[in-house]
Structure formats: C-alpha cells, structure tokens
C-alpha cells in the first residue's frame, strides 16, 4: 500500500489525511501541536458559504489598503511594517483587481465552494459528525442600494453555475431573523443565500480525526518536520523532530507555513499570512439569540450561531507572520457585536467572551493551490484564505484524485501550484 505522509493537523491537513485513506492510501499525519486544529482552523467565522466564493483583491482594494495606514479601525488593514515582505505579492494582488480578474477568480473559485460543501454535509452524514451544524442559509444585510446592487450582479454572474439568492426587504430580513428588529431602520435590504450552511470547524477537524484514527490513519502530534529529503528527482522520505520515515508521497498543509517549508525543496508558493479575529459570545438561555448567520456588509461582520454561543468575525490585517491579539481590534468587534444586536449587547459580559486570532493563508489571485510541485511525490494544498472552511473538503477531493491519478471531480486547472 502506497504511503502518504501528510504535514498539518488543521482542518486542510486532517480533510486532506481522511479522503486519502478513504482512496486506500497508508496515511500519516504530523501536527506540531498537541492537538488538531489549534491554529488557524480553531476559531473561524463558522460559515460554509459556497455564494462567497469572491477574492479579496476587489476592484478599489488599492484605495481601500492606502486608506486603512492611518486607520486603525480599518476592515481590511495593511501595516507598514509588512510592507518589505509584501512587495512583489502586493504588485500581483493590486494588479488582479480589474473587474474581469475579479469576476474570474469568482467563476474559478464557485465550483469548488459549492462542490466542498456538499461533500462536507455528505461526510457530516456518512460519519454522525457533531459540529453544531445549521442549514438555514446565510442572510447577508445591506444599509444602501450600491452595495446591495454591485452583490447582486456578482450573484446574477453565477447564477448559471448554480448559485441561488433570495432578494429580501427590510421587514423580510427581520422575519428572517428577529433579532434584527432592533435596526430594522438602516437595513435597505438583503440577500439570503439558501444553499449555504454553518458550523464549528474546529469540532469538525477533531471529529474527522477520530474518524481517521478508526480507519487506521496515523498521527503524531507534537512532532515538527525538519526535513524532506530527495534523490533523482523524487520524494524519498522526510525527518521531523522525532524520527527519520521513508515515503514517495509527502503533502504540505500547514497553511501561511507552507512557503518556508517548500522553500527548502526550491518550490515558491506565493502564500501571505492575513490575520483574522474572532470574538465567541455565550449565549446559552439568552432570550432573542440569532438564530440565522448573518453578513454585515457595511460593518464588515460575520455573526454566526454555533450551539450555545455567537461567534463574530471579520477584519483582515497584513502585518507579517505577528500573531499577537490586539485589544482594539477585540474592542472593536464587541462593538460592532453592539451595533448588530444592541438590545442584546448590555446581557452580555465581556469578561465570559473569548477572543482569538488566527493567520489566514492568502494567494494573491484568491484562490488556493492544490496538486504538485517541485520533486515527484510532492503535493501541496494551501492558500484557501478565509474559505478555508468552505473549501477544505472538496479540495481535500481533489488532491486525493490527483495523487491516485483518477479522474478529478472538477477541474483542478484553476488551483494548480
């Protein structure tokens, strides 16, 4: 039986580990960590939104980075101190802007967004899996008639692919969801995405871990790669902190670390770290709690309900490899928490909530690599950015497809390293 070493015990590296076995693969996971999804997937903004399947670098993102150096409250943030690292990344970020790369990277992106959810809410069937998942849709609420317009042509640009919106007023978002009474006033409209889902990643990757662990997969927690080692050409083994093991097949899925490493091998993978910020807010018995995600286009917030707590999400900061959580930005997602739900704001003690932070791996297209690269037998799955969640099960399908040589279940052309 052919052996597969996989590196990363997060949401990419596990979803990655378990379709591979599923395909008959001997696998072996390696986490740094003692445990899985300690990293980025351990606190994201819960939402598996095939309708999101957009980049960052939308047209304008250029004004919008020059204007966030001075602001520190600033949605999507750049600081100076990144600047250097950034460079050459940036030119290519700013430059697929246009209208017509961003509308590509949306038409490239749809069809692995849609394709991943779906096998997600199959492998949450097929396994029993407990994630606090809801299936009541994405409510995506807008305060003026631009916004609402300008989403909805990207949304009529998919709408061959499949993608389905539900135009909503005012009043039908908050019957939607109620506890968006309170600022009935300064919603123009929605959209309302039927066909996307929720859940805890975190408890999703520990709970298709045990999955691996019945199926025989291997996992050595705590045990940092070193080294991968070659000869004429190919992939014949690698040496962590721990041990040598022989392989032909090694996958790097360790996310905004996956360039460093391939570095090594001579591969340039054109990964930046993005940092993100989520608040969790207990709300277990707390009367009028949301009960649908919704999207705040204005305040650039993702509120999401997962079992008995709230999670909020949202601002992007390019400041380097820096993970330190940073008290304003905390502060500022309690009050955009407050401008959301204000009548449910004054229950809630800061003191009980949770803060986190985490690194999104970014590709300056917005869309992640996944196949070969560099020597035979090595495979990379990386840069989802904040779709991560979204993605990582049919990506994880398709690097098995490509590793096994059968026939992809999409086409691999747009994601290829």
Known sequence: MRKVMIVGGGLIGVSSAYELQRSGFEVTLFEASDALARGTSYANGGLLSASMPEPWNSPGVGRALLSS??????AMKLHPRALPGL??????????????????????????????????????????????????????????????????????????????????????????????????????????????????????????????????????????????????GAITGMTTSRDHYACDTVVIATGVDSPKILRKLGVHMP??????????????????????????????????????????????EFMGHDRTLESHRVDNLHNVFGKMYPELAPHIRREDCTAWTGLRPMTYDGKPRIGPVGPNGLFVNTGHGALGWTMASGSARLLAALIEGTKPPLDPGPFRP
């Not at 150096?69 to 600033?74: F, R």
């Not at 039908?172 to 506890?179: T, Y």
């Not at 277990?284 to 995600?293: K, N």
Request: glycine letters at 10%; proline letters at 6%; a negative charge.
């Open 69 to 74: 150096l001075t602001d520190p409250y600033s």
């Open 271 to 316: 990964v930046q770290p993005a940092k993100g910020y989520s608040l969790s807010i207990p709300v277990d018995g707390l009367e009028g709690s949301p009960r649908t995600p919704v999207v705040d286009e204005a305040l650039h917030v993702a509120i999401t309900p997962l079992g008995n707590q709230l999670r909020v999400a949202g601002t992007a």
């Open 87 to 232: 460079v050459g990344w940036g030119l290519r970020f700013l430059r697929l802007s246009t209208p017509a790369a961003y509308r590509q990277a949306c038409a490239d992106n749809f069809p692995l967004t849609r394709f991943s959810v779906d096998t997600t809410l199959e492998l949450a069937a097929a396994l029993n899996l407990d994630f606090d998942q809801r299936s009541v849709g994405i409510l995506k609420i807008f305060d003026h008639p631009a916004s609402l317009q300008n989403t909805k042509r990207g949304v009529a640009a998919l709408h061959n692919l499949g993608l389905r919106a539900e135009r909503l007023s005012a009043d039908e978002c908050v019957a939607q969801e109620p506890a968006l009474d309170a600022i009935r006033g300064r919603i123009y409209g929605g959209l309302l995405f039927p066909d996307d889902h929720s859940g805890d990643a975190r408890r999703f990757t520990q709970g298709l871990g045990d999955a691996l662990r019945r199926g025989g997969g291997h996992m050595h927690h705590g045990e940092r790669l070193v080294d991968i080692h070659v000869s004429g």
